[in-house]
Structure formats: structure tokens, C-alpha cells
């Protein structure tokens, strides 16, 4: 028997424009979804302060992902900056890395820092993974109850994230305080505070480790960006900080939620997760239909009209900022058949969890294998783990286009 979500529509009253930056949005993205699906593919709406257009069908956001008439430069669409408001030039920082540029820049940024993803560089982090989840556990397990965010899926990816820049011991505490800067404080009330101050002190903290790596160069991925750059790679100091800000964003806080999504969407489905356990080998195709089903990414950073562009009867203006619904593609039943079952052998599974076209997440292979040493490992050493609390009194994190709790109690065992 496959397992079938307990009633994921709930049906609340649409509200227009939407505003996916809202929490009623947040709590009830999959109601939205349909609603966008099969009334508004092409609608208009905010998030949080930013007018903008959200295509919400499968085909529409594979074929907007590659389209040329759609650029990730702001600039380049609209001729003004890259914010829609004036910012401290370390957060414009933010909007200048390899998934905010279109070719060449982003070709030449992807093919310098790739080398942190190659085969070689995963073979060296697998076994370091390994090791790192069973001491993790080994903690963890001595107190039966625990949040699994902060005791096993969030030091996961920071440890990885620490050791592919090279930050010593000593620099964990402020490296992870801005990291949280980065990833919880880019919404609400205190965006203000992460944008003024916490980005940054958290600038002018990587400006400082590049300029020791220069004199006392390491085997990490940040020693041979700087090397690429001296080199001839013309990779300057400002796309240096850059490279790290995206290395945090997107290979720190993509795995952490991902390995609680997976963790909570198989606890929630019980005979999955007994298949799971009776056949480990699924574990690819597991995590391969807990990124469709419940992906931490949900859209993917805007895009903007280099013209006038019309779809579906809509015309989205030229400089208008678009975003593919991802979560809202992946749960499209014209693709994927009985979207709202959570089936781990489901195949095909041509999800878009991780984006698509140029800007597909580089990061990927590294977060799948996190994920999949870490569900693993976690299953493996507690055959009666559940959840510690009912599923209702999670919480979701308001923030636009991700799927993240706050927090997940268990009880390991």
C-alpha cells in the first residue's frame, strides 16, 4: 500500500494578490498551488515588498528556466540596480554570485568553483560524513528526545561548509553566527538587522580569512579560488565573498532542511518508511521523491522580461520580476501521476527540486549525499524512532519559496 497525504487542501479562501512572502502563503503553499495551477498559471502578486509574477505549471517552468528572453541581472533588464532599494554594498554581495548572472559571467563563475563539487572532492567528503553522522548520534542518542535540527541535520552541512572553506575552530562561532544571519534573517523584522550589520560584520569577517589564506594557502576549495585568481582566473575579491555567501546559502541551508523533510515525511507515512527499512537500497529514489513531494527549495531566485513576454493571456511586462514555482511544478498532476502521493518508488520522477537549465544547483550531488548517508545512518541506528510531538504543532519558517520547520522533536531509539 502507498502511503497518501492526509488532506493537503484545506481550502482556504485565496486571497489577490497573493503574497507568497505571508504566513497564511506559507502554511498553506499546496492550497495555493492548486489554486494557481488550474486558475491563475500566470499570476500576479508580491513577495513581501516585491511586485512580481509566479508561474506555477511543470512544462511553463521547465521551459522558463531555459528561456533567453528571462535574465537573472536585474541591471540587465531593467537598467537599474540589481536591489530594488538602496543596500549596503556587502549585502549587494548577495546579488553577484554565479545565480544572479547570465552568460558568460555565471559560465566563468560555475566552471571556477566546480572544482568543490567534482567527483574527487565528494569521494574525500563521503567518508568524512560518515564518521561526522555517527558521532553525531552517538551524542544524540543519550538523550532519547531531541530536536533533530539542532542536534543532527544542522551541524551536518556546517561542518561541511567549515572544512570546504577552511575556517579554523577558533572562527566557528562568528562563521556561524553569520551563516544563521544569512539563512534565518532574510525575512521579517529582523531583515533589517541581518542587511545592516550581521551580512556585514559577516563580510568583513570572509574579507579577512581570504586575506590569511593568501599569505598561509590551505587544501580547501577557498585556498584554490584564490589561487584560480592569481592565476589568471579573474575571480576578484568582492566574487571571492560572493563564492562563500553562495556556498553557505545554498550548500548549508538546502541539506539541513532537506534532511528534515525526509525525516518527517517518512515518519508521517509508515509503510514507506518500513520499505525503506526492508529494502535500504531505495534510499536514491527516496530522496528523489521527498524533493518532489516536500523540497526545502520551492521557487528559485527571480528572473526579469527582457521583453514583453505573453503567456497563458497574460502579459508579463519587459523588467518584471518572474518566479517558477517549483513546489507548485512538482506536485502538477499532468506530470506526475497521483501527485499527492508520497510513492518512494516512484518513476519516472523528473522533479525540479534542484532548479533546472544554467542555473541548476551545482550544490546538488553534495546535499543528495548528506541526505543519504544521514537518513541511513539515522534509520539504521533507531528502528523505533517517531516523532515526539503530533504533526499539527510543528511550525513552518516564514520564509518566501522554502519549505522549513522551525524545529523537530523525535524520540531516537
Known sequence: MIATLKPIYTKVKIKQPINVGSKEFTDNKYEYYKWLREEAPVCQGKLSIINAYFISRYEDCVNFLKD?????????????????????????????SMITEDEPDHRRLRDLVHQAFTRGQLAKLEARIEHLTHELLDKAETQIT?????????????TVIQEMV????????????????????LSGLTILRTLL??????????????????????????????????????????ELVSMVFLLIIAGYETT????????????????????LRSQPELIDSAVEEILRYRGPVQGTKPAYALENVVLHGV???????????????????????????????????????????????LGAPLARMETKIAITNLLTRNPNLHLAVDPSELELINTPLWHRYKSLPVVLG
Open 68 to 96: 533567453p528572453r528571462f535574465v537573472r541581472n536585474r541591471t540587465t533588464a531593467t537598467g537599474g540596480s540589481r536591489f530594488p532599494f538602496p543596500v549596503p554594498k556587502s549585502v549587494s554581495l548577495l546579488s553577484q
Open 146 to 158: 531531541v530536536d533533530l535540527k539542532q542536534a543532527y541535520a544542522l551541524p551536518i552541512p556546517v
Open 166 to 185: 577552511g575556517a579554523a575552530d577558533e572562527d566557528m562561532p562568528q562563521f556561524y553566527n553569520g551563516m544563521k544571519a544569512m539563512t534565518d534573517g
Open 197 to 238: 550589520w550581521d551580512i556585514p560584520r559577516l563580510s568583513q569577517f570572509v574579507r579577512e580569512m581570504i586575506a590569511r589564506k593568501r599569505s598561509n594557502p590551505q587544501n580547501d576549495i577557498l585556498t584554490k579560488l584564490i589561487q584560480a585568481e592569481t592565476e589568471g582566473g579573474k575571480l576578484n575579491e568582492d
Open 256 to 275: 539541513v532542511y532537506l534532511i528534515l523533510n525526509s525525516v518527517l515525511t517518512l515518519l508521517e507515512h509508515p509503510d514507506q518508511l518500513a520499505r
Open 315 to 361: 502579459t508579463i511586462p519587459k523588467g518584471a520580476a518572474v518566479f517558477p514555482m517549483l513546489g507548485a511544478a512538482n506536485h502538477d498532476p499532468t506530470v506526475f501521476k497521483n501527485p499527492e502521493v508520497f510513492d518512494i518508488t516512484r518513476s519516472p520522477n523528473k522533479h525540479l527540486g534542484f532548479g533546472g537549465g544554467i542555473h541548476s544547483c
